[in-house]
């Protein structure tokens, strides 16, 4: 086995289990601090966006990552996976992103967590949490296949 598949899973068995113990959930903690300003929760959150951006900054000195945001950049290579391709536009990624994020946000205000807990609390056998996750992976499938086509199509 590959050093860097070893690697990956060691870390992600270890962020599985600092999140498990932490209860951490983004949503839970906006929830709480609109609430009850409770600031438990919601200093995950403020931490893993600071995470993200030293992250960010890291690679971007070691130069690998290109501009941001990269739809912005002429004749732009697209991330894999994206769904709108080279001939996306910025404003068909806006799109994409307001009907994605709509749609997992209201989700998951209706479960009561983020996919992150969701994902947590189906590792721990809550049965509500494993729909969720099983719905995730179809909302994603229905996503790619019918919504952004659809949005490309408008957006050509």
């Given at each position: 086995m590959e050093l860097h598949v070893i690697g990956t899973f060691a870390f992600g068995i270890m962020l599985?289990?600092?999140?498990?113990?932490?209860?951490?959930?983004f949503i839970g903690g906006m929830r709480d601090y609109y609430l009850i300003k409770d600031t438990w929760l919601i200093k995950g959150?403020?931490?893993?966006?600071?995470?993200?951006?030293?992250g960010y900054i890291i690679f971007s000195v070691m130069g690998k990552i290109p501009f941001f945001p990269w739809i912005a950049v002429k004749g732009f290579t697209p991330i894999p996976g994206d769904p709108l391709g080279a001939s996306g536009t910025l404003a068909g990624h806006l799109i994409l992103a307001v009907i994605g994020g709509f749609g997992v946000g209201f989700f998951s205000v209706i479960q009561g967590g983020c996919p992150l807990r969701?994902?947590?609390?189906a590792a721990e056998g809550n049965k509500t949490a494993i729909a969720y996750v099983i719905g995730l992976a179809v909302g994603a499938v229905i996503f790619h296949k019918f919504v952004a086509p659809m949005?490309?199509?408008?957006?050509?």
């Amino acid at each position: 086995m590959e050093l860097h598949v070893i690697g990956t899973f060691a870390f992600g068995i270890m962020l599985g289990y600092l999140f498990q113990r932490a209860r951490m959930c983004f949503i839970g903690g906006m929830r709480d601090y609109y609430l009850i300003k409770d600031t438990w929760l919601i200093k995950g959150l403020f931490g893993f966006f600071g995470g993200a951006l030293l992250g960010y900054i890291i690679f971007s000195v070691m130069g690998k990552i290109p501009f941001f945001p990269w739809i912005a950049v002429k004749g732009f290579t697209p991330i894999p996976g994206d769904p709108l391709g080279a001939s996306g536009t910025l404003a068909g990624h806006l799109i994409l992103a307001v009907i994605g994020g709509f749609g997992v946000g209201f989700f998951s205000v209706i479960q009561g967590g983020c996919p992150l807990r969701n994902y947590v609390m189906a590792a721990e056998g809550n049965k509500t949490a494993i729909a969720y996750v099983i719905g995730l992976a179809v909302g994603a499938v229905i996503f790619h296949k019918f919504v952004a086509p659809m949005v490309k199509a408008i957006m050509l």
